[in-house]
């Protein structure tokens, strides 16, 4: 069976997992300066598949420097 197959086969047999998912995701605020909690959701969803998560608040002044940094309101605090 080629891949398209096999994804198409697993879609079909696992989509109402796949929609509650992303329903859930839905339902949380993520607006630009509250990312924090569909972080915080996603990052849970990973362990659960049990995956190595690095969570980490960037610092703005070492972003500053990279060539393609576009400056943002606000800062990175509470938002990993």
Do not use: C
């Not at 198409?8 to 949380?28: M, S």
């Not at 972080?39 to 420097?65: C, G, H, N, T, Y």
């Amino acid at each position: 069976m080629d891949y398209k197959k096999q994804l198409e086969q697993w879609f079909a047999e696992n989509e109402e997992t796949i929609v509650t998912f992303l329903q859930q995701l839905l339902r949380i605020p993520s607006v630009t300066g509250e990312e924090g909690p569909i972080q915080a959701f996603i990052a849970e969803e990973l362990k659960k598949m049990q995956l190595e998560v690095d969570v980490f608040e960037p610092s703005l002044e070492e972003l500053r420097a990279h060539p393609g940094f576009v400056e943002v309101s606000g800062s990175y605090e509470g938002r990993p």
